[in-house]
């Protein structure tokens, strides 16, 4: 079995806290964690499935680590891979940019051939637009983390995401083998 590559970029640590969340979730055995700074595009191509983790700046910014790499991201072939994506952002101060991030980056890489899975709902959030939101499905292209808002929420959604993106993934064992934490 082949592991997911999961890659994220964080400046104050929100985004590498979630990251290695999840991983304690999916397990060690499955995911092997890059942050985004330190990778090149080979690094991205070795891996079939993918989970990429991308925090929303200020008003609609891409996060600096990512920034840097979006040349290289734009280049990459996604054709056959599958790739999950989580973004954080703040929906009530930047609720016209939430997630925008997350979406700006799905784009991307569908438009290179990624299979997307892990789409999350978009109920129970209060946010004016995002580019991450699916128009007119009520799902956003990957899972929501406000850990500025809605903390007390994030341990329950990651629980909810994993154990959908495992059985999405094929994972072995599926839903069944991902850790309820109460982190």
């Not at 979006?70 to 996604?78: A, N, T």
């Not at 016209?96 to 892990?118: E, K, R, T």
Request: with cysteine.
């Amino acid at each position: 079995m082949s592991k997911i590559g999961l890659f994220f970029g964080s400046d104050e640590g929100n985004t590498e806290g979630v990251a290695q969340r999840i991983v304690a979730r999916l397990g060690e055995d499955r995911v092997e964690i890059h942050d985004i700074a330190d990778v090149t595009q080979l690094e991205i191509a070795d891996y079939d499935q993918l989970i990429f983790g991308i925090p929303t700046w200020d008003f609609g910014q891409i996060q600096s680590d990512w920034e840097d790499f979006w040349e290289d991201v734009q280049e990459i072939d996604f054709t056959g891979k599958t790739v999950a994506l989580f973004g954080l952002g703040d929906q009530f101060g930047y609720g016209d940019y939430f997630l925008d991030a997350m979406g700006m980056l799905h784009d991307v890489i569908v438009a290179n051939g990624a299979n997307i899975i892990g789409h999350w709902p978009t109920e129970g959030y209060d946010f004016e637009a995002s580019k991450a939101e699916v128009e007119g499905q009520g799902i956003f292209v990957g899972l929501a983390i406000d850990e500025d808002q809605q903390e007390e929420m994030t341990a329950k959604r990651l629980n909810e995401w994993c154990r959908q993106i495992a059985d999405e993934f094929g994972l072995e064992g599926g839903a069944d083998g991902v850790e309820q934490l109460e982190d």
